[in-house]
């Protein structure tokens, strides 16, 4: 199983970049799987503290001058399980400025993601609008930045406007995707029908005070039920499946 062999490398602090997000896209695939099963959220977020915090592990460990921050999937995840601890330790250890080889739209939303999360975030108001800003320089179109500028302007009639059309916009590219015979299967099977994204949404929306919209498309209203889930364990990454305790032996990837 592809997170169990990269596993014993992130923990031993030798894993790569790729390890870290490859064993975060299985933890993400196998909690909505479970959430699909059960009609349950709980399952679905402790796996989606797996991705955020070996994630976390993995950005905080690595050296200044290769800390990607644009990489938003597992900020995404972290966000939504409700991992604001992981969140905040990224949040510290995050560069200032863009590695040269980070899409800039990339980097700047995740820098949202990690404002608009963060305990302070009233307080870190003039920071956002400046990342607002410059993003809305180079794709003002954009429908991240459309819900992280909903989010912080406390606009739910915005924020539910967007959430649908993203919504609709993933259902689309997979349709196309299955249409042309170049699709992911497992990605079909499981977060082609529940967005962690917009789990992620509806959480900082839950933050903010911010309305959410009960009916939406690869968003079930049970997926956002956060009280029916406790805090996530912060070193639940280190196991995978639960349970399964994973020794470090040899190099890694």
């Not at 995840?77 to 990224?90: K, P, Q, S």
């Not at 699709?183 to 933050?207: F, I, N, P």
């Not at 903010?208 to 968003?219: I, N």
Request: hydrophobic share 40%; aromatic share 8%.
């Amino acid at each position: 199983m592809a997170a169990q062999e990269r596993l014993p490398f992130l923990l031993a602090g030798t894993g790569t970049e790729r390890a870290a997000l490859e064993y975060g896209q299985m933890a993400r695939r196998v909690g909505v799987g479970l959430y699909l099963n059960s009609g349950m959220p709980g399952p679905m977020f402790e796996y989606l503290g797996k991705s955020a915090g070996a994630w976390g592990h993995f950005y905080t460990k690595c050296p200044e001058g290769s800390r990607v921050l644009g990489r938003f999937e597992p900020l995404l995840d972290a966000v939504a399980c409700g991992d604001f601890g992981t969140l905040r330790a990224i949040d510290g250890a995050a560069a200032a400025l863009r590695e040269p080889l980070e899409y800039e739209e990339e980097h700047l939303y995740a820098r949202l993601l990690l404002a608009l999360s963060a305990g302070d975030a009233d307080a870190r108001g003039p920071e956002v609008e400046a990342v607002l800003e410059r993003y809305t320089e180079l794709n003002g179109g954009e429908l991240r930045l459309a819900a992280c500028k909903a989010l912080h302007e406390r606009d739910g009639a915005a924020l539910a406007e967007t959430a649908s059309d993203f919504a609709e916009s993933l259902v689309e590219l997979l349709e196309e995707q299955v249409a042309s015979g170049q699709y992911d299967m497992d990605h079909r099977a499981t977060t082609g029908k529940v967005s962690v994204e917009l789990v992620a949404w509806a959480r900082l929306a839950s933050q903010r005070a911010v309305g959410w919209p009960h009916s939406l498309r690869l968003c079930p209203p049970t997926a956002v039920r956060f009280d029916l889930a406790g805090p996530v364990n912060a070193e639940g990454w280190k196991t995978f499946p639960i349970g399964g305790d994973l020794t470090p032996s040899g190099g890694g990837r």
